[in-house]
Structure formats: C-alpha cells, structure tokens
Nanobody, 123 residues
Framework: QVQLVESGGGLVQAGGSLRLSCAAS????????MGWFRQAPGKEREFVAA????????RYGDSVKGRFTISRDNAKNTAYLQRNSLKSEDTAVYYC????????????????WGQGTQVTVSS
C-alpha cells in the first residue's frame, strides 16, 4: 500500500488561494497516478484532478477545469493542488488518492487514500 498524508487545508477567505500537498510513502510511484477528490457536506465525492506520476499526464474534472492546477514533485513523492480566487462552493474535505496506472476520475479505481484535509472558504 501507499500511505498518503494531505496538508495545507484550513480556513481561507473567498478570493484567496489554496495550495494543498499530498506526501506519499511506502512505494515508488513509477506507473502510478495521484488524484485529488473533494466532498462537500451532503454531496458525493467529486473528482478534481489527477496526474500520472511518470508521464506527467494530467486530467481535470469537468466542473473544475481551468480553476485548479495539479502538479507533482517526483523526487519528493508529493503532489500539489492549487487554485486562486476561491469560492464558497470550494468548501469541502479534500482527499488525496493513489492508484496503479494512469489518471482516472472514478474514485473506486483508487486503492490508497489519505485522511482528507478540510478546506473552508469564508465570505
């Protein structure tokens, strides 16, 4: 298994910026992908973005494309999720996930999950 730890969440003012980190350990990430999901209260878990670890191929969720940026640092086994101009609708628990293979939007395809980090956007 891959162990994942998210960080960077917290209370952010609307219009502010967000940068989350996901540190992975336990395995190398060749042929793996790292994804970000979020879940708002009362809603289903939503795909945000994913990046293939070796190729750098990136996939974004349709609802957030152009609003979030995903990146990774292979040497640090760390993925990042960034967005400026946050809205109240971005309030959610953000989860980092990893899977063997390339990017995927279906959360059921990911085998390793972090505990999640709360992002609250105030107004």
């Amino acid at each position: 298994q891959v162990q994942l730890v998210e960080s960077g969440g917290g209370l952010v003012q609307a219009g502010g910026s967000l940068r989350l980190s996901c540190a992975a350990s336990g395995r190398t990430f060749s042929s793996y992908a790292m994804g970000w999901f979020r879940q708002a209260p009362g809603k289903e878990r939503e795909f945000v973005a994913a990046v293939a670890w070796s190729s750098g191929i990136i996939r974004y969720g349709d609802s957030v494309k152009g609003r979030f940026t995903i990146s990774r640092d292979n040497a640090k086994n760390t993925a990042y999720l960034q967005r400026n101009s946050l809205k109240s609708e971005d309030t959610a628990v953000y989860y980092c996930a990893a899977r063997r293979g390339t990017t995927a939007a279906d959360p059921s395809l990911y085998g390793s999950w972090g505990q999640g980090t709360q992002v609250t956007v105030s107004s």
